[in-house]
């Protein structure tokens, strides 16, 4: 009997293989998982999906406005480079112009000092001829009043009469320039 008895129970024991889910257990995990997947389908994922959409929309929104502001950078560095050159140029010209006017400055003053110089020069010359004929007439006025005197002593008789005086000395003095005194 024991047989009989052991039989029912081995086959119940054969019939429920831990590996094989029962039937039952099936069905209720796929009505369970289609609850699941209908609440997750329903609320879950249309927010997944707004925030995914708003965060796409943010980033080629950010991307559009890093785009554009790179845009306007890129117009202003050509625009500071431009007034760079430009003012470059301007500095250069500015420097020419400088140069040009210090030549101009210097060449101008070169002249001041040749013509400062010349008159400088020919004051001088004015002023030591002055000075030479006050020198030849005071030189004149004593050679003749010494030759006056030496004529005097050597003729023996006074020339104190200026119009005889005055043609001894002049006679004398002529004599000198001549290069030939005392041939008269």
Same mark, same amino acid.
């Given at each position: 009997?024991?047989?009989?008895?052991?039989?029912?129970?081995?086959?119940?024991?054969?019939?429920?293989?831990?590996?094989?889910?029962?039937?039952?257990?099936? %069905?209720?995990?796929?009505? %369970?998982?289609?609850?699941?997947?209908?609440? %997750?389908?329903?609320?879950?994922?249309?927010?997944?999906?707004?925030?995914?959409?708003?965060?796409?929309?943010?980033?080629?929104?950010?991307?559009?406005?890093?785009?554009?502001?790179?845009?306007?950078?890129?117009?202003?560095?050509?625009?500071?480079?431009?007034?760079?050159?430009?003012?470059?140029?301007?500095?250069?010209?500015?420097?020419?112009?400088?140069?040009?006017?210090?030549?101009?400055? %210097?060449?101008?003053?070169?002249?001041?000092?040749?013509?400062?110089?010349?008159?400088?020069?020919?004051?001088?010359?004015?002023?030591?001829?002055?000075?030479?004929?006050?020198?030849?007439?005071?030189?004149?006025?004593?050679?003749?009043?010494?030759?006056?005197?030496?004529?005097?002593?050597?003729?023996?008789?006074?020339?104190?009469?200026?119009?005889?005086?005055?043609?001894?000395?002049?006679?004398?003095?002529?004599?000198?320039?001549?290069?030939?005194?005392?041939?008269?």
């Amino acid at each position: 009997m024991q047989a009989l008895t052991a039989s029912p129970v081995l086959r119940a024991a054969e019939e429920l293989n831990p590996l094989i889910p029962h039937p039952v257990e099936i %069905v209720l995990s796929i009505v %369970v998982f289609a609850i699941l997947f209908f609440a %997750v389908k329903k609320f879950v994922v249309p927010s997944f999906e707004s925030t995914f959409a708003d965060r796409t929309t943010a980033i080629e929104g950010g991307l559009a406005a890093a785009e554009t502001k790179q845009a306007e950078a890129d117009a202003k560095l050509a625009e500071l480079e431009k007034q760079l050159a430009d003012a470059r140029h301007e500095a250069a010209r500015i420097r020419e112009e400088a140069r040009e006017q210090g030549a101009t400055i %210097v060449a101008e003053m070169r002249e001041q000092a040749q013509t400062e110089a010349s008159r400088i020069v020919d004051h001088g010359k004015a002023q030591i001829e002055a000075e030479r004929q006050q020198a030849v007439t005071s030189l004149r006025a004593e050679v003749g009043t010494l030759a006056t005197t030496l004529a005097g002593r050597i003729v023996g008789e006074s020339l104190d009469d200026d119009a005889r005086q005055g043609r001894v000395v002049e006679r004398f003095l002529a004599d000198l320039e001549a290069g030939t005194p005392g041939q008269n």
